[in-house]
T-cell receptor, first 115, second 111 residues
Framework: DTGVSQNPRHKITKRGQNVTFRCDPI?????LYWYRQTLGQGPEFLTY????????KSRLLSDRFSAERPKGSFSTLEIQRTEQGDSAMYLC?????????????FGSGTQLSVL | DQQVKQNSPSLSVQEGRISILNCDYT??????FLWYKKYPAEGPTFLIS?????DKNEDGRFTVFLNKSAKHLSLHIVPSQPGDSAVYFC??????????FGSGTQLTVLP
């Protein structure tokens, strides 16, 4: 399977704990995106990478959130000191990055529940 | 400020009939529009797209119409099938290198 892979699929944590999610994009794609989706809403943009460079961050991405893509391949999204409001589906997507607007290929997401 | 709006949270259609899902946008800089379909516990999957230089794009049972003057697009599915039951998201892109999504419409196709 050469699609976008996300791990874990589900994460339950207690408030105040740190969590980290991983995304493996489609191998030839140089753009990688993180989105967040809550119930009844569409995916909301968090951040994106062009290769290893993080080029844009949404205002939704508070100081407790950090994303990395160290070698331009897989990416991690860490949330520190989780809050109940962080409970959501975290979606990763990738795209070839050849044009200015992209068709995104999404993974199945990581469902985070903060208790 | 919602730049992409889907005002109908849900739609029910009889199998074999036409499904019409609507989407409005406010940002005139958007020049590329997409529809995604999402099943529970899965990520969104791309369905069909349209560039602002066109007003219609067709792919099998799916047709997207774009009315730039009204800042409105719609997705037509005909004939609708029970397997089409899912949440449909409208998305828009432009010079920004990311997509902006609407809140989705839950389509239920009744057998």
């Amino acid at each position: 399977d050469t699609g976008v892979s996300q791990n874990p699929r589900h994460k339950i944590t207690k408030r105040g704990q740190n969590v980290t999610f991983r995304c493996d994009p489609i191998s030839e794609h140089n753009r990688l995106y993180w989105y967040r989706q809550t119930l009844g809403q569409g995916p909301e943009f968090l951040t994106y990478f062009q290769n290893e460079a993080q080029l844009e961050k949404s205002r939704l991405l508070s100081d407790r959130f950090s994303a990395e893509r160290p070698k331009g391949s897989f990416s991690t999204l860490e949330i520190q000191r989780t809050e109940q409001g962080d409970s959501a589906m975290y979606l990763c997507a990738s795209s070839p990055g050849r044009t200015s607007v992209q068709k995104l290929f999404f993974g199945s997401g990581t469902q985070l529940s903060v208790l | 400020d919602q730049q992409v709006k889907q005002n109908s949270p849900s739609l029910s259609v009889q199998e074999g009939r036409i499904s019409i899902l609507n989407c409005d946008y406010t940002n005139s800089m958007f020049d590329y529009f997409l529809w995604y379909k999402k099943y529970p516990a899965e990520g969104p999957t791309f369905l069909i797209s349209i560039s602002s230089i066109k007003d219609k794009n067709e792919d099998g049972r799916f047709t997207v119409f774009l009315n730039k003057s009204a800042k409105h697009l719609s997705l037509h599915i005909v004939p609708s099938q029970p397997g089409d039951s899912a949440v449909y998201f409208c998305a828009a892109g432009g010079s920004a290198r990311q997509l902006t999504f609407g809140s989705g419409t839950q389509l239920t196709v009744l057998p």
